[in-house]
């Protein structure tokens, strides 16, 4: 089974700032990655896919990167609806790929 | 606009049953594949099964921890997908996630659309 990291598992930061959140597969995934958002109490959304496409009505601030075994999720300036905990997720084993343990973006 | 809208959830005792529904309307429902998707208190995402689209065959897939006690089914007609969930144990408690699954040609996918979830709460 494909293991799935992030890291930082939280950080804190202030509305404005760039954030980076990287997120590595235990074997190469090529660009079969996606990420997603959730706030306490909803359903995740889904926010990049195929690790560097946006999806369709996501905020351009937020971007993704990389291939093989390690990605990265920046959101270039923070809002204050970006805070938030965010998953990544293989996809090379859709359907049952396995998400990342989360990073949670709080407020500094 | 695509909306998923999951049902069902409740509290019930361990080795009972529960089936949830996941009523989709906005697209063509019979076109996709369906995933169920759970997350206990506090903790991350893990996958419960998928059902293919009639087109590949409406086949079914299942995790490990599930498999044998869960059953998922569709009715195209309907545009809903069922979670059966048989032989319940404390460790199901969780709030279950229906969502599309968009797959790729030749491998890969994403989950383009989520439901607002339906607790499942497994207790004495």
């Known amino acids: 089974d494909i293991q799935m990291t992030q890291s930082p598992s939280s950080l804190s930061a202030s509305v404005g700032d760039r954030v980076t959140i990287t997120c590595r597969a235990s074997q190469s995934i090529s660009s079969y990655l996606n990420w997603y958002q959730q706030k306490p109490g909803k359903a995740p959304k889904l926010l990049i896919y195929?690790?560097?496409s946006l999806q369709s009505g996501v905020p351009s601030r937020f971007s993704g990167s990389g291939s093989g075994t390690d990605f990265t999720l920046t959101i270039s300036s923070l809002q204050p609806e970006d805070f938030a905990t965010y998953y990544c997720?293989?996809?090379?084993?859709?359907?049952?790929?396995?998400f990342g343990p989360g990073t949670k973006v709080d407020i500094k | 606009e695509v909306q998923l809208v999951e049902s069902g959830g409740g509290l019930v005792k361990p080795g009972r049953s529960l089936r949830l529904s996941c009523t989709a309307s906005g697209f063509t429902f019979g076109d996709y594949a369906m995933s169920w998707f759970r997350q206990a208190p506090g903790k991350g995402l893990e996958w419960v099964g998928f059902?293919?689209?009639?087109?590949?065959?409406?086949?079914?897939e299942y995790a490990a921890s599930v498999k044998g006690r869960f059953t998922i089914s569709r009715d195209d007609s309907k545009s809903i997908a069922y979670l059966q969930m048989n032989s319940l144990k404390t460790e199901d408690t969780a709030v279950y996630y229906c969502?599309?699954?968009?797959?790729?040609?030749?491998?890969?996918?994403?989950?383009?659309?989520w439901g607002q979830g339906t607790l499942v709460t497994v207790s004495s």
């Open positions: 059902i293919r689209s009639k087109a590949y065959g409406g086949t079914t």
């Open positions: 997720q293989q996809s090379y084993s859709t359907p049952s790929g396995t």
């Open positions: 969502t599309r699954l968009m797959v790729y040609a030749i491998r890969g996918g994403r989950l383009d659309y």
């Open positions: 195929a690790a560097s």
